[in-house]
């Protein structure tokens, strides 16, 4: 066996202790017989380990008791239709900031619905290169909620910190940076995350909703979509993704065993200074995103030339350096360096990208 450095975007690497666990555990899960898989969603054996996973994240994440956890389907963009679907009753109308594509995204599908919906502030004309600042007063007072996307999969950055929207409830998407530090849930109204970048493979939905704002759906809206309901239910309106989840569990399981949040995030902020040290040291590769703005997950960097571009991912990935092309929409490259690289994967990525660079001088 000959395990890759794996920099994808999503779905991305997993620690291996957890994908050794559920190995061991892929046929008989513990006295049941079966494997979790194929266990009723309402038999104690799988009781048992939604509730963990759920008593586990609150405990790695510090979540306040008047928060719901749910664990729902649909991935990170049904959650751009349930936002709006869920809150807009508060007020009739919400603000957007637009800070990359999913961002764009979430604005556009609320837009979609016809809802009174504002892009407070973008920094689109700037190739999305920042964060763009924004500040109380240009949300609008009876906004029902303020939407951001808190890291920047594509784009490489993040929220230098937690906007201060006042008493209006702060939406956040975190798909790409749940769970690489410590974050303070009672700042938000709602964080919701899909799980195949730093939680579990793809398939399950991670959304953490303030108890008060489970009042405001549109009384048409689609069962599946309404956090209330799934709320009152545990989850389990219908089946759940019963395999993701586990492997969600065993994954807080692990963090918590490792020294919880505040040890991942020493652990990321070295592997992110290693790459960053490097980039700003040198200047055969470009790294396009304002440094106040860069994310601790992504690292974006080009040569400024696309054959090189494509040539080095191309290079990379036969040296088990997989999956270094940047996303379609934007080229270059991109390091997601989640939870689970390990630092050797960065330091063997910066030793290849000197190297690249000593055997392609630019013309
Ligand atoms: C990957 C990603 C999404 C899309 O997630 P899906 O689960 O594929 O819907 C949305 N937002 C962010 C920030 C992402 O990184």
Redesign the pocket.
């Known amino acids: 066996m000959n395990r890759v450095f794996n920099f994808s ?2 779905p991305s690497m997993l620690p291996v202790p957890v994908l050794e666990k559920a190995a061991s555990e892929m046929l008989c899960y513990g006295e049941s017989g079966m494997s979790v898989m194929e266990m009723s969603h309402r038999s104690p054996d799988y009781e048992a380990i939604i509730n963990d996973a759920e008593k586990m994240l609150r405990e790695l994440m510090q979540i306040p008791d008047n928060y719901k956890v749910l664990f729902l389907q ?7 239709a349930a936002v709006p679907l869920n809150l807009i009753g508060r007020t009739g109308k919400a603000d957007y900031v637009v800070s ?1 594509q ?2 764009g ?2 604005f556009k599908e609320a837009q979609k619905m016809g809802y009174d919906v504002k892009c407070v502030a973008t920094s689109k004309d700037d190739n999305f290169d920042h964060i763009p600042t924004f500040t109380k007063d240009m949300i609008r007072e009876d906004a029902a909620y303020v939407h951001i ?6 784009y490489g950055t993040k929220y230098p910190e937690i906007p201060d929207t006042g008493d209006i409830p702060l939406v956040a ?4 940076c749940i769970l690489s530090e410590p974050v303070d849930v009672s700042r938000f109204g709602v964080i919701y ?5 730093n939680v579990a493979p ?1 398939g399950v ?1 991670i959304v953490i909703v303030r108890e008060d704002l489970l009042e405001y759906a549109d009384p048409k809206m689609p069962t599946m979509l309404e956090w209330k309901i799934m709320a009152e239910n545990g989850s389990m309106y219908n089946t759940p993704p019963t395999y993701t989840i586990y492997i969600a569990k065993l994954v807080f399981e692990h963090l918590l065993a490792t020294g919880g949040l505040a040890a991942k995030k020493a652990y990321n902020e070295n592997k992110a200074a290693l790459l960053y040290g490097y980039l700003d040291s040198q200047d055969y590769y470009i790294a396009p995103v304002k440094k106040e703005s860069r994310s601790l997950m992504n690292v974006t960097f080009v040569t400024g030339d696309a054959e090189l571009d494509k040539k080095f991912a191309k290079e990379a990935a036969a040296a088990g350096l997989k999956n270094l092309k940047g996303h379609r929409s934007v080229g270059g490259m991109r390091a997601s360096i989640y939870n689970a690289m390990p630092t050797e994967g960065v330091e063997k990525l910066v030793a290849f990208m000197k190297e690249f660079a000593a055997n392609n001088p630019k013309a």
């Open positions: 975007a999503g649909g991935g990170a963009s049904t959650q751009f990359g999913f961002s995204k979430a996307c808190f890291n920047n999969t594509i998407d975190m798909s790409s995350a899909g799980a195949q970048k793809a939905t």
